[in-house]
């Protein structure tokens, strides 16, 4: 089955399982002390908005089962173009708090100027969220642009800030779907990047010999029937598998030399939750380094229509 269903854990169990992943990485790279701080911090408040979320009333989206699977059947993520409203009363007081330890994290001004023109209103949160929630890249860069703040940093607070709630749609409506024509669909998904928001993967995690792509916003976890390149398709001779550390064969690097693109693959003993799998992307930063060294990196986000008409 192509689309991964990840089970949900508490709140507990998930602070549990970071803070033992944490130790473990820090004890393998000390250097990463300082970036595994805030990303403590910042996962906490991820973690809490999650656990709000899923005890709240959220928005009934209107997404029927034939109409997800005919978008999905024409490549097109299930929430791709639609009309999402955002929960703005619990979302919006977590961009603040976001900003604020980023700020104390090494990020300083720019992560508060990005807070002050939230508060002043030259950046209305709904606008960014929604933008973030639509992967509308160029709109929240450009609009950081204008207003002279980051436009990378302005990006993670809205991606953070928003992505417990994409999870929980992600979640409602793509996994274990019981109308049989939409499981047909999810099953049948071949697609490099999610089926349910459209982005890239972090991360493929490798349980049990199986290649679970892991999306690096809402979580998602799926298959793919061919073992090539998730950005081309290549599988040919230009699409290798390496190891930049000999003693460390369970961190691979997949390579395309068709078109340049790269992704981490970690063998692990079990899918990571929503949100910790940030904690493998962290600790395998150095395969970032070593892909960027030989001038390999990640593509765009790609763009897309809705892709099917309503029934």
Not at 154 to 170: M, R, T
Not at 181 to 196: E, I, K, Q, T, V
Not at 264 to 291: G, M
Request: hydrophobic residues 40%; negative net charge; aromatic residues 6%.
């Amino acid at each position: 089955m192509p689309y991964v269903p990840v089970s949900a854990i508490s709140r507990r169990n998930l602070l549990e399982i970071a803070e033992g992943r944490w130790s473990a990485v820090h004890t393998a790279r000390p250097d990463l002390a300082p970036a595994l701080d805030l990303q403590r911090r910042l996962l906490g408040i991820v973690i809490a908005v999650a656990e709000a979320l899923d005890g709240g009333r959220l928005p009934r989206l209107s997404l029927p089962p034939r109409y997800v699977a005919a978008k999905l059947g024409r490549g097109v993520p299930v929430l791709a173009g639609e009309p999402i409203p955002v929960p703005l009363p619990l979302l919006t007081p977590v961009i603040g708090q976001l900003c604020d330890a980023l700020a104390d994290g090494g990020a300083g001004d720019a992560a508060l100027h990005i807070k002050q023109a939230i508060d002043s209103g030259a950046i209305e949160p709904g606008s960014l969220l929604g933008a973030s929630l639509s992967r509308n890249q160029t709109a929240i860069r450009t609009g950081a642009t204008h207003r002279g703040l980051a436009p990378d940093l302005l990006w993670l607070v809205g991606e953070l800030a928003v992505s417990p709630y994409v999870h929980l749609l992600q979640q409602r409506h793509l996994a274990q779907p019981v109308d049989a024509d939409l499981r047909a669909a999810a099953d049948a998904w071949n697609g490099g990047y999610c089926p349910a928001c459209g982005s890239w993967p972090a991360v493929a995690e490798v349980v049990g010999g199986h290649r679970t792509l892991r999306c690096s916003f809402c979580a998602a976890a799926w298959e793919l029937p061919s073992y090539a390149c998730i950005y081309c398709g290549e599988g040919g001779e230009t699409f290798v598998t390496a190891a930049p550390d000999e003693e460390r064969k369970d961190r691979r690097l997949e390579l395309c030399h068709h078109c340049g693109g790269y992704l981490k693959t970690i063998d692990v003993a079990q899918l990571s939750p929503f949100p910790l799998l940030s904690i493998s992307d962290i600790e395998t930063t150095d395969l970032d380094v070593s892909a960027m060294e030989h001038r390999y990196g990640r593509p765009a986000l790609k763009e897309f229509g809705t892709g099917a008409s309503r029934a």
